[in-house]
Every structure is written in C-alpha cells, then in structure tokens.
C-alpha cells in the first residue's frame, strides 16, 4: 500500500503502520531541500527504511533525514528507535520530561511552544501533559492549507490517551488538548495519532463535554 499521506505544496507527508499494535509512524518530507522529520520509530526498522525510500521519491535532490522526533517514551513508539539511530546517524528529540527514558541520548528537548526548523518547512512542539510526563504533539502548519497535528497517543478519535484511571492525570491532559489543540487551531486542523486512523479537530470537538463526563 502507498505509503504517502499528503502531497502539500511545500512537503509532502507519508505513513506506515507496524507493529502487532498499529503504531504509526510518520514521514515529513521537504520537496525544495529534501530535509526529512521521522516521527515515532515505532518499530520494523526495515519498513521504516522504505518509508524514508519512499519519501525519497517526492523530491528531485538527495534526501537526508534531519531528525527522529519521539512523541512520548512508551516502549511500543521506540523499538526502531537505536537501531535507525545507528543505521542513519539522525539527530534525536523529545519532550523534555520523557527524554531520559528514552533508549537513544535525546540531541534535542522540547519544550512547549518549541519550533523546529528545517530547510523547508517548521514544526512547533505541543507539550500535552497526562498520557506520559513529557508527551508533545508536533504541529506543521500548511502556509495553503489545514494544520496537521502528529498528537501522538494524547488524542485519538473518539477521546483522549490513557491515563490509567487517574482523575488527575485525565484532568490534566483533557486541559490540555483542550487549551493547546482545540483552542489554538481551527476545526479543520488533521489529527494523526499513535494508532489508528486519522480524524481532525471539528469531528471531534463536540464531544469533548462527554469525554469530561466520562472521564476518560
């Protein structure tokens, strides 16, 4: 199945799932510069090695891959993580709060508000507190078109990340994807998230009152 996602005037993006647990894995590809963001080396690096193949395909110069970015430290987003690391020397980021865990030295911890430039196109980190300590989402705004927000596993369709059952940690990652997704970014905005399908922030944003009731 093809790989490719969107073809965007300035990038184009591209998606694979591994992984017996449908882990996403995302590929931002710039089409002038050939810079490349990987987010979530979920698992399979061979699958991965496609994907970035793939990618290299969208532009008409050498690709090179800037960046793996990690939205959160779960073991089931980090499983390629070294060993891409060790096959392409990329440089390596983070939420600041979850970069120790990870199984690679973080080169770059993210705050919230965070932009990263790339040779043709910048990606702002989103810190979502509650799903893990240091969860980010990473946004890329399209200069023509809708947001695309890589929301990791603190948003899905249908409701927010698991917080175990713990009121407090609900609490604080319902306010904020409420605060800092919802509230910043219009309905139109895409959501990519840790597994599964995508979804945008109009489908479902009426349904944010019953996710408060519900508690998960």
Known sequence: MDSLLYDLPAITIRS????????????????????????DAADDLPAIQQLLADGARDTAVETRLALIATTHQHWDHVRA????????????????????????????????????????????????????????????????????????????PGGVGNTQKDPERFAQLLSDVTE??????????????????????GAERPHLEEWRARGW
């Open 16 to 39: 694979i799932s591994v992984s017996q647990m449908d882990n996403n894995v995302y590929l931002l590809t710039a089409k002038d510069s050939g810079a490349q963001l990987l987010i």
């Open 81 to 156: 993580l070294k060993e891409l690391v060790d096959a392409t020397g990329a440089r390596t980021a983070a939420g600041t709060d979850d970069a120790d865990a990870l199984p690679v030295p973080v080169d770059v911890r993210l705050s919230h508000g965070d932009v990263g430039n790339f040779d043709g196109f910048d990606v702002t980190a989103v810190h979502l507190r509650g799903h893990t300590p240091g969860s980010i989402a990473l946004v890329y705004q399209d200069p023509e078109g809708p947001a695309h927000i890589f929301s990791g596993d603190s948003l899905f």
């Open 180 to 201: 800092r997704l919802f509230d910043a970014y219009p309905d139109t905005a895409v959501v990519h998230p840790g597994h599964g399908k995508p979804t945008t922030l």
